[in-house]
Each structure stands twice: as structure tokens, then as C-alpha cells.
């Protein structure tokens, strides 16, 4: 039986949601499969103003993610691959994080499926989504999308990276 995903809503970041990222991701928890720990304002500051150059020049960004009362819970949305030492450099992946309240209630996949039709929309053929191989939360979203499990990646501290697939 399928779940009903609740009401979400996706929009281009504010200079304001830098701030607000920032104490969404302040918990280890959150932070457990990037890094463990918090990045400084600093960090949010540059990826808001980075996202809102790609929501102009591509049609896609990661979008500050609101839930039905219009309070931000954390990202979701897509970019061009960020790093060169890894991964599927040159494609567009998608991603989410959540701020911990907002776990298991189905903002990830709402805000997933909303992502793939909004970049289907701007014309990639084709996304991918990098997942640590222990974040089973987030490997449970890309099966909910249909995506397929293709390559792994080795990245710092002996971590596994998965790529999954999704043609559009």
C-alpha cells in the first residue's frame, strides 16, 4: 500500500535560509553521513548564493525545503555534481537533508519526486543521487523513486559512496 507524502513546498533559497540551514544540520545526527559535524554559517552562506546562480542558469537548484507551515526543514532539489576527485562528475544529482524533526514523516520522498519533476521539466535526460552505503534512510528514497543502484565510489575515512540512476 502506498503512503500518502505530505504537502511540501520548494523554493529558490533566501539569503536568510543560510541561517536557517545552519540550525537545521546543527545536530550529529543530521550530520552523521557528511562529515559528522556542523559547518559554519559561512558554508551555508556561499551554498545559498551558489544555489540561486543554478536555479537562474539551470531551472533546478537545491530548493530551501518548507513543510505545511511553511517552516524550512531543511534542502532538497538538484545540482551539477559538486567535487572533481569522485563520483559522476559532470551529471546532476539530487539530494536532501532534513532537519531531524522532520524524519520519517515522508518530506524526503515528497521533496524527491517534486526534484525529479521539476529537473524533468528542465530537460536532463538523466539524475543521480550519491548515498553513503550506511544511510539506509536515504538508499530507502532513491528505491522509492525507482532509481537503480549503479556504481560505488571509496571516499575518506573508508566510506563507501553509492551512485544510483534514474533516467527521465
Partial sequence: MSRLLPAVRLRVPTDED???WHRAFDDPEVMEF???RSAELSVYEELTARQ???DA???FCLWTLLDDADSVIGFAG???WPRTEYGPVGEIEIGWRLTRSAWGKGYASAAARTTVERVREAGPREVVAMVDARNDRSIAVTQRLGMERAESYEVSGGRTALCFRLTL
Fill in 18 to 20: 543560510a541561517l536557517a
Fill in 57 to 59: 542558469e539551470l531551472g
Fill in 34 to 36: 557528511f562529515g559528522g
Fill in 52 to 54: 540561486r546562480r543554478h
Fill in 78 to 80: 538538484a545540482q551539477p
